[in-house]
Structures are given as C-alpha cells and as structure tokens.
C-alpha cells in the first residue's frame, strides 16, 4: 500500500499516473481544501492525517494512526506501541527529519503484527 502527501498538483498527478489511488492530506483547511481542489485531476481516496493521532478516510472514519517521529523517544514509544499490539489499521509515520534506518526496524516490527503491517 503506498501513500503519497502531495506537496504539488504535479505530485498528485505524478502519483495517480503511478497507480497511487490513496493520498494523504494534513487535517487543517489547507488540507481539506486541497484535497477538494485536486479531486478534478483523477480519482482518488483522500486520506486526513490529524498529527499525533488518527488517520481517517472522507467519512471521518479512522482508518489508522499518525506517529510524528522526530528522536530516540518517538521511535522507543511507537515500537512500544507496536510491540504491545496498540497499532491497528493504517500506520503512518511522519519522519521529516529522521534516518531511513530507523524507519525500516519500525516497518519490520510492525510488519511482525498482522493487523499493523
């Protein structure tokens, strides 16, 4: 499953041409309101990412969770969550300023949990 945050209308219109069919907005007017403009250019589902909590489709239903990661102590307290079987649904983390190694042991330990991967 990939998830694209489309930062340009050449992004979205990159992704859909992908394949990509789900596509994540910030919950905030400018994410809405893009989301809404950009529906014109193909068909899409418009995730919402509300930062450190849910993920929800365009019901408003939670379709998953939104980690900001951004130190050892986001990493430590997702894995914990994972670990502890708290993750469901989507999982999607936000690492703007994080390596990619760190993010790979995170999928490999949600992987690990069927209803999280």
């Known amino acids: ?5 489309p930062q340009s209308k050449e992004a979205l219109t990159a992704g859909l041409e992908s394949g990509v069919s ?7 007017a400018d994410g809405r309101a893009g ?4 529906a014109q250019l193909g068909r899409f589902e418009a995730l919402l990412a509300r ?11 939670s379709v998953g969770q939104h980690w900001c990661v951004s130190g050892p102590a986001d990493v430590k307290a997702l894995e914990a ?3 502890a079987g ?3 649904g989507l999982v999607l983390m936000e690492a703007a ?10 999928v ?9 991967a």
């Open 1 to 5: 499953r990939v998830l694209v945050e």
């Open 22 to 28: 789900e596509f994540v907005f910030r919950d905030d």
């Open 35 to 38: 989301a809404a403009e950009w």
């Open 51 to 61: 930062p450190g909590g849910a993920v929800v489709d365009a019901d408003g239903e």
């Open 81 to 83: 969550a994972a670990a």
């Open 86 to 88: 708290k993750l469901s």
């Open 97 to 106: 300023a994080w390596k990619l190694i760190p993010a790979e042991n995170l």
């Open 108 to 116: 490999a330990l949600l992987q690990q949990q069927p209803a999280s």
